[in-house]
């Protein structure tokens, strides 16, 4: 079945220090991939997106995801930590045009000063 | 920037009683989903809308749950006799016809007691 993981929970990284929140599909063929960033109490909002192309896609907010076919993963990077980063950020995919987006279980990051 | 919206960010309601969450899609799209999200869990897919009709509903979506699309603008969710357990953050979404991000509104966020 179709699914997404991500395998750390919760992540603290110091302010300034780089982070790598990891993503694996399970899926046969390369699906839409999307990064959501959630606030408590808020809605979620798109960092990124992956559709075809260059395998490394940059975002908003100095976020950046790379796919990798061979390891069926999508993970997201920035190599400077800010405080307001602070959330749970959700990998995603899906697999044909309309179709539902399937999330993973979400990791939330913690920044410490 | 165009956005979902919904209405109410946030209703209480007596177990039993029937709710009516209400969307406002991004005018020219054509795919409406709603997920729900139950306090500190991942997003779970409940149902998507195309072409006037459910073109996908997860094992989430049973016979309490409703979906309609009563006028060229809006997209509800009906619950028709809530549980405790259906307290949780509903999100509307939409996508456009060619198009492969799916949009978030900002949630409502149903407390069941």
């Known amino acids: 079945a179709q699914s997404v993981t991500q395998p750390d929970i919760h992540i603290t990284v110091s302010e300034g220090a780089s982070l790598e929140l990891r993503c694996n599909y399970s899926y046969g063929a390369t699906p839409y991939l999307f990064w959501y960033v959630q606030s408590p109490g808020q809605g979620l909002q798109l960092l990124l997106k992956y559709f075809s192309g260059d395998t490394l896609v940059q975002g908003i907010k100095g976020f950046e995801a790379e796919f990798k076919r061979s390891q069926s993963s999508f993970n997201l990077r920035k190599p400077s930590v800010h405080w307001s980063d602070a959330a749970e950020y959700f990998c995603?995919?899906?697999?044909?045009?309309?179709?539902?987006?399937?999330f993973g279980q979400g990791t939330e990051l913690s920044v410490k000063p | 920037e165009p956005e979902v919206t919904q209405t109410p960010s946030h209703q209480v309601t007596q177990m039993g009683q029937e709710v009516i969450l209400r969307c406002v899609p991004i005018s020219n799209h054509l795919y409406f989903y709603w997920y729900r999200q139950i306090l500190g869990q991942k997003v779970e897919f409940l149902v998507s809308f195309y072409n006037n009709e459910i073109s996908e509903k997860s094992e989430i979506f049973d016979d309490q749950f409703s979906v309609e699309r009563p006028d060229g603008s809006n997209f509800t969710l009906k619950i028709r006799s809530t549980k405790l357990e259906d307290s949780a953050m509903y999100f509307c979404a939409s996508l456009e016809d060619s198009g492969n991000t799916i949009y978030f509104g900002e949630g409502s966020w149903l407390t069941v007691v």
């Open positions: 995603a995919f899906r697999y044909n045009q309309g179709g539902k987006l399937i």
